[in-house]
């Protein structure tokens, strides 16, 4: 057994260090399916990881990374073997078991998905679990019965991972999509997406009242807080909103009065221990809903050595759309 290149976190007396390094295949945690990570991608998560920001890594050492698409290298699972081409998400890498950002990853095989023919493992990175996640919270709304005839769809923090894939399926299923962003000059960005407005955050992140008017049927959010209360306020009779993020906090605070006098739902979605057959779903749906020369237009390209500063730009808001971290 061999050393291969590793970001490794460690705890400090203050806080973590986080350095790129050899990692010792032999210290791998348990696992039946042995992959070689090709591509990674940085999310939000993964930035408060590296820079230590939050206490996301739960285990030490750590290997930081939530994702990663590659090639079975060895399996004792019986659905694996050497060359499948997988793609992983979440189940608690990079935070209790060690991550993607690594030439080698062992997982358990029940956590790997296979790629559809038509995703490359770099474009599964450029999806990456904000994509995934993404297409978690449009399947959640057509499960309410949204469709593009109950009218416009609004999209939170739309210019930043979540919500540039968010934006490009929508739009590409035929939704009036509504994009917020804080950076109006990324409204050219997002009209090539598919955005049919672009608003100012401004709008939605100020105090909510119990009710506003109507603006939208649905929405996916990726902020929380009083954006999120505001999104409830302004939703129609009946609609939903998808809440996956935490960009701008952890709070809500909204009241009740969407829920019992518009019949609005509040959908929660959670990539990380979400079910295999709703992956798998959410997969298949990425292969056929999500344009790939759009997905192309929202990435770029890192490597290894880039993701420690890459992650603080996701913290502070910098990153437009999505990073791919090339690892072999
Ligand atoms: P990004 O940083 O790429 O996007 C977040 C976007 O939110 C920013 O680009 C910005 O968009 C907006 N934003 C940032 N700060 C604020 C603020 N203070 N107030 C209002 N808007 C703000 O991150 P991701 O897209 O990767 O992740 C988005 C969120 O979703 C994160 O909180 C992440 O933890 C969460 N997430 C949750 C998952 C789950 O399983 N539930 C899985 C993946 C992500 P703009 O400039 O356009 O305003």
């Known amino acids: ?12 007396e203050k806080g973590t260090t986080v350095a790129l390094t050899q990692f010792d295949e032999a210290d791998l945690m348990d696992g039946d399916v042995t992959v070689a990570v090709e591509w990674s991608t940085l999310n939000y998560k993964d930035g408060l990881a590296v820079t ?9 050492p750590m290997i930081a990374g939530i994702d990663f ?6 399996s004792s699972h019986p659905q694996w073997k050497a060359g499948d081409r997988v793609v992983c998400n979440g189940w608690g890498m990079g935070e209790t078991h060690l991550g993607s950002y690594a030439e080698k990853a062992r997982v358990k095989g029940d956590w790997l998905v296979r790629l559809p023919d038509s995703i490359s493992t770099r474009d599964a990175m450029a999806i ?23 009218g416009p769809v609004v999209v939170t923090g739309a210019a930043g991972g979540v919500g540039s894939v968010a934006t490009a399926i929508l739009s590409k299923l035929g939704y009036h999509v509504i994009a917020s962003t804080g950076r109006m000059s990324e409204a050219d960005y997002l009209k090539g997406l598919g955005a049919a407005e ?6 939605l992140s100020g105090p909510a009242k119990p009710l506003a008017k109507e603006r939208w049927a649905g929405g996916i959010d990726s902020v929380g807080s009083t954006t999120l209360a505001n999104l409830l306020s302004m939703t129609k009779y009946g609609g939903a909103i998808a809440a996956c993020g935490l960009a701008a906090g952890m709070d809500l605070p909204s009241s009740v009065a969407p829920f ?17 057959p709703q992956r798998k779903l959410a997969w298949s749906r990425l292969a056929s809903d999500l344009d790939q020369g759009k997905l192309a237009d929202i990435t770029h390209e890192i490597g290894l050595d880039g993701v420690v500063d890459a992650g603080a730009k996701i913290l502070a808001g910098q990153v437009r759309g999505r990073i791919v971290v090339k690892i072999l």
Do not use: N
């Not at 698409?69 to 060895?74: D, T």
């Not at 904000?130 to 949204?146: P, Q």
């Not at 019992?260 to 295999?276: E, F, K, Y």
């Open 260 to 276: 019992i006098l518009r019949g609005v739902c509040l959908l929660g979605i959670d990539s990380v221990m979400c079910p295999l």
């Open 128 to 150: 990456g679990t904000a994509g995934y996640t993404a297409m978690l919270s449009v399947l959640a709304l057509e499960k309410h019965g949204l469709t593009p005839g109950s």
């Open 1 to 12: 057994m061999g050393t291969f290149k590793a970001i490794r976190i460690d705890k400090a």
């Open 198 to 203: 672009v608003i100012d955050r401004a709008e």
């Open 69 to 74: 698409a590659g090639i079975v290298e060895q």
């Open 52 to 60: 230590g920001k939050a206490p996301v890594v739960r285990r030490f």
